[in-house]
């Protein structure tokens, strides 16, 4: 979904703000003197005659039309931008997605990861032409299942071929690292989703990951799938898979968020299916600023020059 909003880039337009609220009250005290000096040394009953009733009155025009100015000049000098949300289309992008055994569990229907996968191929249909994607695997271990191309049938027909790793463990720190490196043919902007319901316990340290991923200008979005809250007595060993209780620890949300924060990225948690179509949403759009100060200048300056223009006419009747 695209979406638009007005922003102020400056913090002292409730201040203007104010200043606005004290030139009407001047304009009335003002006023108030003026009709005095009128009623003491004029003939009120002959400027009634010749202004009529509302002679007095006509002036808020000019009020009227000297406010919106000053309202439109300090919204200008408020440096007012227009953030809309549009499609991101300069960025290429790996998908790190985590394939070991706890992504069997069922909160996300039918499976984590089958519903990852399905996500993932929606993603990469709604990319442009010009991008490329690549995509991993990571339980104990990484596999690469796409280079980066933009091929993206290929990537997709990939995605769906990715079984569940035969090594226990998480290696988030492998998967972003063998995923920033696989950025570096792009000259694009570089961008690793990162989809997992734990934590890296495995493998190389986040930390130099990060740091890696951070030198060669690749930010990281990361989806945490599942409840941060859940006991690790929810997961078992899955039939089949080389996997126990001890390798399926609580999703660590805390570093999952520090890794997308230090590579200027987003991280989102999707404890459904919905929520998980949305965070990929989230990731195709960027925010695009548009300063509009200059038409709010150039509206109070319009006005003013009314206000002039009417203080020389009959709205002006009083010296």
């Known amino acids: 979904m695209v979406g638009m909003q007005l922003i102020f880039t ?3 337009a409730s201040i203007l703000l104010v200043m606005n ?29 010749v202004a009529g009733k509302n002679f007095l009155k006509s002036s808020n025009v000019i009020l009227v039309t000297r406010m919106l100015a000053l ?7 408020s440096q007012p931008v227009i953030v809309q949300e549009t499609m991101s289309s300069n960025s290429d992008y790996i998908i790190a997605m985590d394939s070991s055994s706890s992504m069997l569990e069922s909160d996300l229907e039918p499976t984590r990861f089958r519903s990852s996968k399905t996500i993932s191929q929606d993603f990469i249909s709604r990319l442009s032409n010009q991008t490329r994607v690549g995509a991993v695997s990571f339980a104990g271990e990484v596999n690469k299942e796409s280079g980066l191309t933009s091929e993206k049938q290929q990537v997709s027909m990939d995605i769906e071929n990715t079984e569940i790793g035969s090594t226990a463990g998480t290696a988030i720190g492998d998967a972003l690292y063998t995923s920033s490196s696989m950025l570096l043919e792009t000259n694009r902007s570089r961008t690793v989703i990162l989809i997992t319901d734990g934590r890296n316990n495995v493998g190389s340290p986040l930390n130099e990951s990060v740091e890696f991923a951070n030198s060669h200008n690749v930010e990281i979005n990361t989806v945490g799938i599942g409840e941060s809250n859940r006991s690790t007595e929810n997961f078992g060993t899955v039939d089949g898979q080389n996997a126990s209780k001890a390798e399926f620890p609580n999703l660590n949300a805390s570093k999952l968020r520090n890794i997308s924060n230090s590579t200027g990225g987003e991280f989102v948690t999707a404890s ?40 020389t006419t009959r709205y002006s009747i009083l010296p």
């Open 272 to 311: 459904n299916s919905t929520s998980l179509e949305n965070a990929f949403l989230s990731f195709e759009q960027k925010d695009e600023r548009r300063p509009i100060s200059r038409y709010f200048i150039l509206l109070g300056a319009a006005l003013l020059l009314i206000e002039w223009i009417l203080g």
């Open 21 to 49: 609220a004290l030139a009407l009250l001047f304009y009335y005290g003002a006023k108030k003197k003026k009709r005095q000096r009128a009623m003491k040394f004029g003939n009120y009953s002959t400027l009634q005659k």
């Open 10 to 12: 400056d913090q002292y």
């Open 71 to 77: 309202t439109a000049l300090i919204v200008g000098l």
